[in-house]
């Protein structure tokens, strides 16, 4: 069998709606797409950085999230998660203010925003709509990834 690979860039769009389930939907989405794109080595980092994006998105807000896989090309994956919400925490939203501190080790929340911070190459955050609620309104947080990222192991 012969596999037809797309050309670069490729993007993957996915509507999640407010659900409990959306996050391991997004999960499995992330996964599936690397895995067909042969970024293999990617996909722990990314499955793990966009599972922390999208629970943060079902915790805060009461809409659907959307989801955006990006191959930028030369192994490098962008993710893209939107919701309602137009808050920007820190460090997406590259306001010079000191990076949010990190939770602590035996927090049961709170340490997702860290771990995208700690593993992805690159992040940012826009605010949508002009921070005013209403149709396309919201923000969007986004990381990058090298094709070769790593999950290191957590520190204890």
Do not use: C
């Not at 670069?8 to 769009?13: E, R, V």
């Not at 980092?45 to 805060?60: M, P």
Request: glycine fraction near 14%; avoid cysteine; charged fraction near 20%.
């Amino acid at each position: 069998m012969v596999t037809v690979a797309p050309p670069h860039p490729w993007t993957y769009a996915l509507r999640l709606p407010h659900d409990p389930r959306a996050v391991r939907v997004a999960r499995m989405t992330v996964r599936a797409a690397l895995d067909g794109h042969g970024m293999q080595d990617a996909v722990d980092v990314v499955v793990l950085l966009t599972s922390e994006l999208v629970t943060n998105a079902y915790l805060h807000t009461k809409g659907p999230a959307s989801l955006r896989l990006t191959g930028l090309g030369d192994g490098r994956l962008r993710v893209g998660v939107w919701d309602s919400d137009p808050y920007i925490p820190a460090p997406f939203s590259g306001s010079g203010e000191d990076p949010a501190p990190l939770a602590p080790s035996d927090a049961e929340t709170g340490r997702g925003l860290g771990l995208v911070r700690e593993h992805a190459d690159s992040w940012g955050g826009w605010a949508l709509g002009g921070g005013a609620p209403g149709p396309g309104a919201g923000k969007l947080l986004w990381f990058e990834v090298g094709g070769r990222a790593q999950l290191p192991l957590l520190r204890k």
